[in-house]
């Protein structure tokens, strides 16, 4: 493989490479390369920070101790942060990091609980290059979500929106494919969707709407897993998150052509390391008019400093 289209992956799916490793590369082909690279990252190496200040701690203890454990987690959130910069400026498993980075960018959400940070921070790792449909369940239950997007206060008596209208408007679809009516109908399918203080998934019956709802044409007494399913089932979905991955990887200049070749391929099944595979495979990834185009974050300048 060239030295040139190498530079060009690592800068893509990494931060860089020294020339050690590039020179060792320059000896393989593509294929196996690329092998190597999902190789690499086939486990999930979860990142795990200290969560000693909570331990025996009841919710009366929370009650009573709320302004200095919320300041301690603030303190431990940011030195999560720290640590994953270290885990990007070192990483073993190249792929899934710049994937975590990538899906952080796309599932936007914030929360100071430094456990439920840590859990959400690594179910993006986890999920980072598996099914897309079991990423978007996973992220529509876990506790900083819940919380960010007020799902917790999504009650049938008074339905919140915010998690319907973002689930479809950044998360799956793009604007301009739904309805107001569909953000009405799919809120109602989320209510109920809570956690516990550990961080866990709750789904509360009493505040569950159990009413039929009626997304996208279908009806029924859907949940919020089947307004999911429902979801994936239009492929505007698979072409949204297609753009978005040839943007961030390839160019923020869309060719439709291979974006509705990646969608075509990520359809069949969501899965993302077969869409990011053929992406990587593809001649027209490593094209003169791809490299050199993408303009660095400032975590992927920061990283890539020492390569």
């Not at 999930?44 to 969560?51: E, H, M, P, S, Y």
């Not at 996973?138 to 919380?147: L, Y």
């Given at each position: ?33 690329i ?11 979860i ?5 000693s ?5 009841s ?21 999560f ?6 885990r ?20 936007v959400?914030?929360?100071?609980n ?125 072409k ?39 992406m ?28």
């Amino acid at each position: 493989m060239k030295s040139a289209h190498i530079q060009h992956l690592y800068n893509r799916i990494g931060f860089g490479i020294s020339p050690k490793e590039l020179a060792r590369l320059s000896k393989k082909s593509k294929k196996n390369i690329i092998n190597e690279l999902f190789k690499a990252s086939e486990n999930t190496t979860i990142l795990q920070g200290d969560t000693s200040f909570l331990n025996g701690k009841s919710y009366q203890d929370f009650k009573k101790e709320r302004k200095k454990l919320q300041k301690i987690s603030r303190k431990k959130v940011k030195e999560f942060s720290i640590a994953w910069f270290k885990r990007l400026n070192n990483p073993t498993e190249i792929l899934r990091e710049k994937m975590t980075l990538f899906w952080a960018n796309h599932f936007v959400c914030e929360d100071n609980n430094y456990v439920y940070s840590q859990q959400f921070h690594n179910t993006l790792r986890t999920h980072a290059l598996g099914n897309f449909k079991d990423f978007v369940v996973a992220i529509s239950k876990e506790a900083a979500m819940t919380k960010y997007l007020n799902t917790k206060q999504n009650k049938k008596q008074k339905p919140n929106e915010n998690f319907a209208r973002e689930l479809m408007e950044l998360f799956t679809l793009g604007e301009g494919h739904y309805t107001e009516d569909d953000i009405k109908e799919s809120a109602r399918a989320f209510t109920g969707y809570s956690h516990n203080l550990q961080g866990k998934f709750v789904f509360r019956k009493r505040p569950h709407d159990e009413g039929v709802k009626t997304f996208f044409g279908k009806s029924g007494n859907f949940n919020g897993d089947d307004i999911i399913d429902i979801i994936l089932e239009n492929k505007q979905c698979a072409k949204y998150i297609c753009g978005k991955i040839y943007r961030y990887f390839v160019n923020h200049t869309i060719d439709e052509g291979h974006v509705n070749a990646m969608a075509d391929l990520f359809y069949k099944d969501y899965n993302i390391e077969k869409v990011m595979r053929y992406m990587l495979l593809s001649d027209w990834f490593y094209d003169e008019k791809n490299r050199g185009t993408k303009i660095k974050s400032p975590i992927e300048f920061l990283v890539g400093i020492k390569t």
